[in-house]
């Protein structure tokens, strides 16, 4: 396949002989085209700017091959083919394995092009036949840019994708490894454990997610908790099958706590973008072999927010667990007569249920629990004793107290 570029170049003698003129000036000057490019990039280029003495070596080599190869085939008028153009397929991948982004390698194409034109521009002078000269270079020109620079970017596009898909690859690889309770021995796999801020002693928290709602997109919200920074460092995220995994580390001053603030921020700003998501979150690992563990409980916490929100388990109170995963069989379980007069109690208000806690949070003791209440003591008394009347449960006992506790969290 070739370019084409020399399709419009069909003036007469006098303007060829001045177009060869113009070209044989460029190129006798090409070393300082070369060096007016590279700078020209740097200076509209940051990422290129930071990179070092190495990068600017390629840069320079890659702009001399593109230069000296248009110059070749312009004098010669000749076509340029995709065979010619290999050293910038090759170059397009190193750009991409070094993480530039795609905008600004073909914007480098950009640069390249125009400083090639305004040494033209310059070698041409103000002659008449030399401005015509020039004229007649300027669709080969764009025509050489627009076919190298689209080559390029497909070959940038086709590592990325293969990069990608090896990453996921990876990522899905050291996560089954860990979630087994096992650290990588060696390879690649290791060093991506390392890269996470895995190593076999790490205190290590499990993220379950799955999308609340059918339409939700799983790779959306997995990109979204990757970018959050979960955890001390980089976090693992993986959308295994129809869930999400991630495996937040925890440093000397990262406690749990923060992780599960994060993990809210996460759902609330995905919840408002119309993702929600239903998250679990474990207790911390301590070391790679409890990840199994943790593993499961974040599972058993997911399950108690199937329809949105967040479940954490570091934060949550054993009895708030027990009662909040209690099978239906629990449930059945209460008294009939129990399970009614706390239904009636809440089209009331649930003047019980406060009653309850009150005498709870103060340790069974009336006085207490009145001032909790803001009432009399002699009035809270009279509801311990129409409780215990109703229900032949006096919350001022211990065994009858917690009974009422577990049946009014299973009641919910």
């Known amino acids: 396949m070739s370019t084409g570029i020399l399709e419009p170049l069909t003036q007469g003698a006098e303007v060829s002989a001045e177009r060869a003129r113009i070209l044989g000036v460029v190129q006798e000057r090409i070393d300082a085209v070369i060096d007016a490019c590279v700078a020209k990039m740097c200076d509209e280029i940051p990422a290129y700017a930071a990179a070092g003495p190495a990068f600017f070596a390629d840069v320079r080599h890659q702009v001399e091959l593109h230069y000296r190869l248009k110059l070749e085939r312009l004098l010669r008028e000749d076509d340029v083919s995709l065979d010619d153009l290999a050293f910038a397929r090759n170059a397009a991948m190193r750009r991409a394995r070094s993480g530039f982004a795609l905008e600004d390698y073909i914007n480098a194409f950009r640069v390249g092009q125009q400083v090639f034109w305004e040494a033209v521009v310059d070698a041409a002078g103000p002659t008449t036949a030399g401005r015509e000269a020039a004229l007649s270079l300027a669709t080969p020109l764009m025509r050489y840019c627009d076919f190298a620079s689209t080559h390029a970017g497909h070959a940038y596009a086709e590592f990325r994708q293969h990069a990608v898909a090896d990453a996921d690859r990876e990522r899905r690889d050291l996560l089954e490894h860990l979630l087994a309770g096992e650290l990588p021995a060696r390879g690649p796999l290791r060093s991506a454990a390392q890269a996470y801020g895995v190593c076999s002693g790490s205190r290590v928290v499990v993220v379950v997610a799955a ?3 059918p339409e939700g997109d799983p790779d959306a919200a997995s990109a979204a908790m990757a970018r959050a920074a979960l955890g001390d460092t980089r976090t693992l995220v993986v959308v295994r ?9 925890l440093g000397p001053g990262c406690a749990a706590a923060r992780v599960c603030e994060r993990v809210d921020a ?4 995905l919840r408002e973008a119309g993702l929600p998501l239903a998250l679990g979150i474990s207790t911390p690992a301590d070391g790679v072999a409890e990840l199994p563990r943790a593993y499961a409980e974040a599972h058993a916490a997911l399950a108690l927010v199937a329809d949105g929100g967040v479940a954490a388990l570091p934060r949550m109170a054993a009895f708030d667990y027990l009662t909040l995963s209690a099978p239906d069989t629990a449930r059945r379980l209460v008294d009939p007569a129990l399970r009614e007069f706390l239904a009636e109690d809440g089209a ?3 003047g019980v249920r406060d009653t309850v806690h ?4 103060a340790d069974l003791q009336v006085a ?3 001032r909790r209440l803001q009432v009399h003591p002699n009035t809270l008394q009279y509801r311990v004793s129409r409780i215990e009347e109703r229900t032949g449960r006096n919350p001022r006992r211990l065994a009858d107290l917690m009974e009422l506790l577990v049946a009014i969290a299973l009641e919910g």
């Open 348 to 350: 009331r208000g649930g």
């Open 368 to 370: 207490g629990a009145a």
């Open 266 to 269: 996460v759902e609330a700003r």
């Open 358 to 361: 009150a005498l709870a949070a």
């Open 211 to 213: 999308p609340a709602t």
């Open 241 to 249: 099958q129809a869930e999400i995994v991630a495996l937040p580390t």
